[in-house]
């Protein structure tokens, strides 16, 4: 049991070290550059802003810091970034197994195409700790370290909420995997899909006669700043991603399941 | 029971039917060569009998797991090593760490002692390896776990001569120990070397199914000689000779007639030089499939008649 799956994050811990590190960099400079501009600035700006971009990128409140980091770190890189870090990721996995003959010898193992594709799956576990857990740590030292202060139960929360919806960004890259041949097709269809259903959100979801378009989108079910900012959030959208992460994860496995390799 | 059973097993891909029917046993304990040019459908069945396709219709079990079932099949997975035609590996990590791997899945115990045959350079990278190198690290994971069976699609292929001796030389001390092969290859030689029966393969169909040495028996002799040219007609005439090629001061066929009746014909004519010898593989094979060069010998035979 896991032996796939430990074998796969060996191979994926050089990368999930660099990409930490390269995330906490940018995080390092956003912060920095918060404590340099006055703070009034920034309320100009978000009230410059259109309503659709104000919402999209989260800007309500950028003269604070909670606000801030809601829209630079946690609305761009996480929401939209890692969203489409953890879908491409996911996307490569089988599809590229199958398309460079790896997935012979591995459905010669004595392991079932289920528990593979789960071990394949669960390997994505590393970059999902790994990075909430330094970038999140990193986060609140800068803050502390340039004269702010954050609620730090707000930031674990944020960081915890970020999970469901990585995963379920993660599941869709692997129903993309196992239905298409070809890793580059699966990677950009990932990366197309993922950014469309932000846009779907964030833009078309605004125009009221089109509201119910965002509900499909996962990006719709985490919303970072308002937690960072008072640590409002909704247990249903959780629960949502959860349910939504399960049942793609269920039409990965029978997809994968009954396809010829 | 064999370890490998087909029982009408075919596959349609829609454009093409790429086993139609196909039918037979493998005993445990023999090596059995599973021959065919590329594309005639080899590794279709190989990959079937792994549960990677499912069959159009028919069945197919492997010691004794039927391949519809996936549980049975993982079971008697423990007991299969396999080596595909194409190896896949991770090209960043080092040849050590794929046998890592695989010892960690399906067990390695004879990995020490593989490794004194074959020798991949194990502490290097996959995408450094030659196609050689590869080969060997394959051969090493399809038997470290010291299968009962071990299903491999041309095991030799990319190997240099030397390797692949050794390799036939170690396929054959396997087969000693209670081990079954199964291997495709298109690659004849290589198969006469080392097994003990083959099944032929041909657009999907199995059109053979012979010992090796009934195999080479119905191949005949090949019989070249220098003589005059009224011995060369008389002998392109007689019974069992196929395959004629004249030249300049002498003529070169297939004979598989009776031996006594070729030497009291030869006995009546001037024959200057001789050589008898088993025809190349490749001539047994045409036998089978038929093809272009079968064909216009026979028609040279009848012209020169």
């Not at chain 1, 202060?149 to 692997?174: N, Q």
């Not at chain 1, 041949?181 to 469309?196: D, H, K, Q, S, Y």
């Not at chain 2, 029917?21 to 065919?36: A, H, K, P, Q, W």
Request: aromatic share 10%; net charge negative; glycine share 10%.
């Amino acid at each position: 049991m896991l032996e796939t799956a430990r074998y796969e994050m060996s191979r994926r811990f050089r990368g999930t070290v660099i990409l930490t590190i390269g995330v906490s960099l940018y995080v390092a400079f956003i912060v920095w550059y918060f404590s340099l501009v006055d703070a009034s600035a920034y309320a100009q700006i978000a009230e410059s802003v259109p309503p659709a971009m104000r919402e999209a990128f989260g800007i309500q409140t950028i003269g604070t810091i909670e606000g801030w980091l809601g829209g630079q770190i946690y609305t761009f890189v996480w929401l939209v970034g890692l969203g489409i870090y953890f879908a491409y990721s996911a996307a490569g996995k089988i599809a590229s197994d199958i398309e460079n003959d790896r997935m012979d010898l591995l459905l010669s193992f004595p392991v079932s195409r289920s528990q593979l594709l789960l071990e394949k799956f669960a390997s994505m576990v590393l970059p999902l700790v790994l990075l909430n857990v330094v970038v999140g740590g990193v986060t609140y030292g800068l803050v502390l370290a340039i004269g702010e202060t954050i609620d730090p139960m707000h930031l674990v929360l944020a960081h915890v909420l970020s999970i469901p919806y990585l995963l379920v960004c993660a599941a869709i890259g692997t129903v993309l995997s196992v239905l298409v041949n070809r890793a580059a097709v699966a990677e950009r269809a990932a990366i197309g899909l993922m950014f469309v259903l932000w846009l779907v959100e964030s833009a078309i979801g605004a125009a009221e006669e089109f509201s119910w378009i965002q509900y499909i989108s996962p990006t719709h079910y985490y919303s970072p700043t308002p937690v960072l900012i008072d640590g409002t959030y909704e247990v249903l959208d959780a629960g949502i991603l959860l349910a939504g992460f399960l049942g793609l994860i269920i039409v990965s496995q029978v997809l994968f399941q009954r396809r010829d390799i | 029971m064999g370890a490998i059973e087909l029982d009408g097993l075919t596959k349609d891909y829609g454009d093409v039917l790429a086993n139609d029917d196909v039918s037979f046993t493998v005993e445990t304990g023999e090596i059995f060569g599973y021959l065919g040019p590329n594309g005639a459908g080899k590794t279709t069945t190989i990959r079937t009998l792994l549960g990677l396709l499912e069959p159009t219709s028919g069945t197919a079990t492997v010691l004794g797991a039927d391949v519809h079932d996936e549980d049975a099949l993982i079971d008697a997975k423990q007991r299969i090593g396999y080596l595909p035609a194409n190896l896949g590996f991770n090209e960043e990590v080092t040849g050590a760490e794929v046998l890592d791997y695989h010892e960690s899945v399906k067990g390695g115990d004879r990995r020490d002692e593989l490794l004194g045959i074959f020798t991949p350079p194990l502490e290097r990278p996959i995408r450094e390896y030659s196609s050689g190198n590869k080969r060997m690290l394959g051969i090493i994971q399809a038997f470290m776990h010291d299968p009962e069976l071990v299903i491999m699609d041309e095991p030799t292929s990319g190997l240099d001569p030397l390797k692949q001796e050794e390799f036939n030389e170690f396929a054959r001390n396997e087969c000693e120990r209670g081990k079954t092969l199964f291997f495709s290859s298109h690659v004849l030689s290589e198969v006469r070397r080392i097994c003990d029966r083959v099944g032929i393969l041909r657009n999907g169909k199995l059109v053979g199914l012979e010992d090796i040495e009934t195999l080479m028996d119905q191949g005949g002799k090949r019989v070249r000689l220098r003589t005059t040219d009224e011995a060369r007609t008389e002998l392109a005439a007689l019974d069992g000779v196929s395959d004629v090629q004249t030249f300049a001061d002498g003529i070169q066929f297939i004979y598989t007639g009776e031996y006594n009746t070729l030497l009291r014909e030869l006995g009546t004519h001037d024959v200057r030089e001789i050589d008898i010898s088993e025809p190349p593989l490749e001539d047994v094979f045409m036998h089978y499939y038929g093809g272009d060069g079968a064909g216009e010998s026979h028609q040279e035979v009848q012209s020169d008649a």
